[in-house]
């Protein structure tokens, strides 16, 4: 039976990266140099996934302007989405046609101080929970693959990420690429040894895609943002639906998770408005 393996590919986990400059197009010159690191880890990815068993690669970049990808030298058997904005964002592509999804270098949680960049989607967002309990990008977005019945395999990322991901998940297979020190430090590996860990996790994650289960939100789904701006809660509450809970914070609820998931992307749209971004504490 043909084997569809989802990756769902950020920046801010890839090996060698501590720094907002090494993450912005054309904000340094250093972009181009962690970028093809990122792009080396890309790659060994792909190649633990063909040689895990995978009949079929759907890429989804998700990073920033999501146009960070060089496709030329990629394998016949990948498909690759890039740029903004989709259906899904960061999940776009992701149907019940897959075998399981890798969440490649997503950051962790943005109120962990040990998380290399550490934010939920955007640094406007202070804190996101879901149902009372704080949630990082890997929690909604494994909840999305969850949607459509596709449970996550393969978690990559820092160590706080990887930690999200096994106390998320269970038994996630996860590789860690650093362990962060603070927001802007970490102990990283060689990309030789992140990438040869990269390409035997994801070939273990393919052949045993079957054992994974997919990961869901209770319905009705509670959405509780608590921005950096008071303005941007301000503006975001006045969307039909949204309850403005605190100076600084809204709460917004549907019985649908892919409605909560995309109401959530509309809440970074607000926040990264020029008006808001004026009133940005």
Not at 240 to 255: A, D, F, L, M, N
């Amino acid at each position: 039976m043909p084997k569809k393996i989802y990756m769902s590919v950020d920046f801010e986990g890839a090996t060698g990266i501590v720094s907002p400059r090494h993450v912005t197009m054309g904000q340094s010159p250093e972009f181009e140099r962690l970028r093809q690191c990122w792009q080396a880890d890309v790659d060994a990815l792909v190649r633990g996934a063909l040689d895990g068993g995978a009949d079929r690669i759907l890429l989804n970049e998700s990073h920033g302007t999501m146009i960070n990808l060089a496709a030329d030298h990629l394998p016949a058997q990948v498909e690759f989405i890039s740029g903004r904005i989709k259906p899904n964002f960061h999940m776009c592509g992701v149907d019940s046609g897959c075998e399981a999804a890798f969440l490649f270098t997503h950051s962790g949680a943005g109120i962990h101080h040990e998380g290399v960049l550490a934010h939920t989607f955007i640094n406007e967002f202070y804190r996101v929970k879901i149902n009372g309990q704080t949630v990082g990008e890997l929690h909604m977005n494994a909840a999305l693959a969850g949607y459509y019945g596709v449970p996550v395999a393969l978690v990559v990322g820092d160590e706080q990420t990887c930690r999200e991901g096994r106390e998320t998940l269970g038994d996630v297979v996860c590789v860690a690429t650093k362990r962060g020190l603070d927001r802007y430090a970490a102990l990283m590996k060689s990309p030789e040894v992140t990438q040869r860990e990269l390409r035997e996790a994801a070939a273990e994650a393919t052949r045993t895609a079957s054992r994974f289960r997919p990961y869901r939100f209770a319905s009705p789904v509670e959405m509780e943002i608590e921005f950096l701006a008071v303005t941007a809660a301000t503006a975001s509450s006045f969307i039909p639906g949204v309850e403005r809970t605190g100076p600084r914070s809204i709460v917004y609820r549907h019985e649908d998770y892919r409605t909560i998931y995309h109401m959530g992307w509309i809440f970074q749209l607000v926040a990264q408005g020029n008006y808001v971004q004026q009133d940005r504490l």
